[in-house]
């Protein structure tokens, strides 16, 4: 009696277990967002309008423009007008080729 009392309970919870596992409900975890999506979010979000952007923008934005290159690129803006097209920014004191290639995929004109 003593071993179909000890079966009965042990099946019991055995079925109750099984139960409450079944009818869980299943996380499915979001499918990760594919890296080249990630990259072209990162590149809009951080495109800098040489026409707009301030001083501040300018050194916080762009690699290896400090606060004296950000200041001659507003100079430049401000006695020649507003930049045409983005190898425009050569013609600014201190910006040579490498920066620009640096920063040009970071560069808008809009």
């Not at 401000?78 to 920066?99: Q, T, Y």
């Amino acid at each position: 009696m003593q071993n179909t009392y000890l079966s009965s309970l042990i099946f019991a919870f055995l079925t109750t277990l099984s139960v409450t596992t079944t009818a869980a409900p299943s996380i499915k975890p979001e499918p990760p967002t594919p890296m080249a999506a990630q990259m072209v979010q990162v590149e809009q979000a951080a495109k800098v309008n040489l026409n707009a952007a301030d001083a501040e923008t300018l050194r916080r934005d762009l690699f290896g423009i400090g606060a004296a290159k950000a200041k001659a690129i507003i100079a430049y803006r401000e006695s020649n007008g507003p930049f045409a097209a983005v190898d425009e920014l050569l013609e600014v004191k201190g910006i040579g080729k490498a920066l620009l290639e640096k920063n040009r995929e970071r560069l808008s004109i809009n």
